[in-house]
């Protein structure tokens, strides 16, 4: 069966653009989580979405947004981008329930310059 | 603060060798850890574990959690050279399945 699917794979912004970034989940997953992944802090969460609602938040600032489809697709938008928004953002798709092994997508290389 | 903290940061083994990757936690409502293997980009999955003192093993992959002490390792005999990557420790918290706490990770370097 298909895998995660981010696209696109790499981008480039300038400071104070925004971007969108997208995620197609596994089919029949329901949950798609969204991290940040950078040198010095790992692999951050930023937000989870079930069922079109968001249902977990990380401690990100308000220019970290999302929203689900009603196919589960997902969308990460960050507005006002700045230098430190440089990272690799990965989203993880699973059923929505507690016991099993969320499933990563290979990523958006985001550059921020 | 949740903490997860993985140890040694680095390793550089010869093909062949046993390796243990270490992984504490000091985190709230504790549900689950995880390991993953980080080779390019995408995280595989390669455990979770619930229950302390029970081993999941897979190949040459195993993994065991100890909930007093607060700790997992993870263990690879044989050692290949497709082994080599980073290797990430995740823990789950109960109330919110999806939001995994991960430690920096530990890159594991395997040569001939």
């Known amino acids: 069966k298909a895998g995660v699917t981010q696209t696109p794979r790499y981008l480039i912004k300038t400071r104070g653009q925004q971007v969108t970034l997208s995620c197609s989940p596994i089919s029949g997953h329901r949950s798609v989580s969204w991290y940040q992944q950078t040198p010095g802090q790992g692999l951050q969460f930023l937000f989870e979405?079930?069922?079109?609602?968001?249902?977990n938040k990380g401690n990100f600032p308000g220019r970290f947004s999302g929203r689900q489809f009603s196919n589960s697709r997902s969308e990460m938008n960050v507005s006002t981008l700045e230098l430190g928004d440089s990272a690799l953002y990965l989203c993880?798709?699973?059923?929505?329930?507690?016991?099993?092994?969320?499933?990563f997508g290979s990523g958006t290389r985001l550059t921020v310059v | 603060e949740d903490k997860v903290v993985q140890s040694p940061l680095s390793l550089v083994v010869h093909e062949g060798d046993t390796v243990t990757l270490n992984c504490s936690y000091e985190v709230t409502n504790f549900r689950s850890l995880l390991w993953y293997k980080q080779e390019k980009k995408a995280p595989t999955f390669l455990f979770m574990l619930?229950?302390?003192?029970i081993e999941k093993k897979s190949g040459r992959l195993s993994s065991i959690l100890d909930k007093k002490e607060l700790f997992s390792i993870l263990n690879i005999t044989a050692t290949q050279t497709g082994d080599s990557a980073v290797y990430l420790c995740a823990v789950a918290h109960t109330g919110t399945a999806s939001k995994l706490t991960f430690g920096t990770g530990t890159r594991l370097q395997v040569t001939l």
């Open positions: 993880a798709s699973g059923p929505g329930g507690f016991d099993y092994g969320y499933t």
């Open positions: 979405y079930f069922s079109e609602t968001q249902r």
């Open positions: 619930t229950s302390s003192g």
